[in-house]
């Protein structure tokens, strides 16, 4: 059962950094740019986005407020 656990977990996270990506993208902006504008290292939001990281809420907040997204919408099945 741990397994599936960790596949759904892993899941979860790639789902939180597809949302990212793509409202970043509608945004008309890169990660590089976008790490920026959220004070994070650029190659800890690569991470983020590509799912590979475990976040906190206070990082997932700020990102939200740079998208200038509710927090929620990041958790939406899309």
Not at 10 to 16: K, T, Y
Not at 21 to 43: C, P, T, V
Not at 49 to 59: D, Q, R, S
Request: net charge positive; proline share 1%.
């Amino acid at each position: 059962m741990k397994n599936k656990s960790n596949n759904d977990f892993r899941e979860f996270l790639e789902l939180i950094g597809n949302n990212l990506k793509k409202e970043r993208i509608e945004q008309g902006l890169n990660q590089e740019k976008f790490a920026e504008m959220s004070d994070i290292d650029y190659k800890y939001y690569q991470r983020i986005e590509a799912g590979n990281v475990n976040i906190t809420m206070k990082t997932l907040y700020k990102l939200s407020e740079s998208l200038k997204i509710d927090p929620v919408e990041l958790f939406a099945k899309k």
